[in-house]
T-cell receptor, first 107, second 116 residues
Framework: AQRVTQPEKLLSVFKGAPVELKCNYS??????LFWYVQYSRQRLQLLLR??SRESIKGFTADLNKGETSFHLKKPFAQEEDSAMYYC?????????FGKGTRLSVIA | GAGVSQSPSNKVTEKGKDVELRCDPI?????LYWYRQSLGQGLEFLIY????????KSGLPSDRFSAERTGGSVSTLTIQRTQQEDSAVYLC??????????????FGNGTRLTVT
């Protein structure tokens, strides 16, 4: 079965501090991993995907198959990063989402 | 271009009533999904449609829930005999294919359903 675990419901950091949003997954095959973000009063949108190996808004995420993790990182948090973040897995079924982590960046 | 459009944006209904939620996907997107977003539960998959294939209904929580997609475009999610636990934001998304890194989901703004 496919499963995505985001252990933190809420993460608060100070502006300028590093951020790491944790995501672990369970899938026996070769997964596609994504991070989606929902800013206040906006629709849910794709932030980044592991296959692109890109950095979006300063965020990066590396797929670690040994640890079955896809943690989202940013070296210096900004206030505008405050949002709800969802990790998602695409395997052999439609996209499965974690329960989300609310990131709050404190000025 | 226009994104995924959902209507109504808000719906308040009495327990026991039926409701219909509508989704207009992005033109040309072959895949359409319904998810339910509730506090503490994240995004719960409900159903998806891919082209003319039979829909995957594996996420529907009960037989009170059903969905249709007419002409490969507009979709309607119907909840019969609504219960208070059905209160949530219902999100629709579309994509160019059902899975894969080259097919990100595009979400609508959702319909907030409140069952009183």
């Amino acid at each position: 079965a496919q499963r995505v675990t985001q252990p933190e419901k809420l993460l608060s950091v100070f502006k300028g501090a590093p951020v790491e949003l944790k995501c672990n997954y369970s899938y026996s095959g070769s997964p596609e991993l994504f991070w989606y973000v929902q800013y206040s009063r906006q629709r849910l949108q794709l932030l980044l995907r592991h296959i692109s190996r890109e950095s979006i808004k300063g965020f990066t995420a590396d797929l670690n198959k040994g640890e079955t993790s896809f943690h989202l990182k940013k070296p210096f948090a900004q206030e505008e990063d405050s949002a709800m973040y969802y990790c998602a897995l695409s395997g052999n079924t439609p996209l499965v989402f974690g329960k989300g982590t609310r990131l709050s960046v404190i000025a | 271009g226009a994104g995924v459009s959902q209507s109504p944006s808000n719906k308040v209904t009495e327990k026991g009533k039926d409701v219909e939620l509508r989704c207009d996907p992005i033109s040309g997107h072959t895949a359409l999904y319904w998810y339910r977003q509730s506090l503490g539960q994240g995004l719960e998959f409900l159903i998806y449609f891919q082209g003319n294939s039979a829909p995957d209904k594996s996420g529907l929580p009960s037989d009170r829930f059903s969905a249709e997609r007419t002409g490969g475009s507009v979709s309607t999610l119907t909840i019969q005999r609504t219960q208070q636990e059905d209160s949530a934001v219902y999100l629709c998304a579309s994509s160019l294919s059902i899975q894969g890194a080259f097919a990100p989901l595009h979400f609508g703004n959702g319909t907030r359903l409140t069952v009183t």
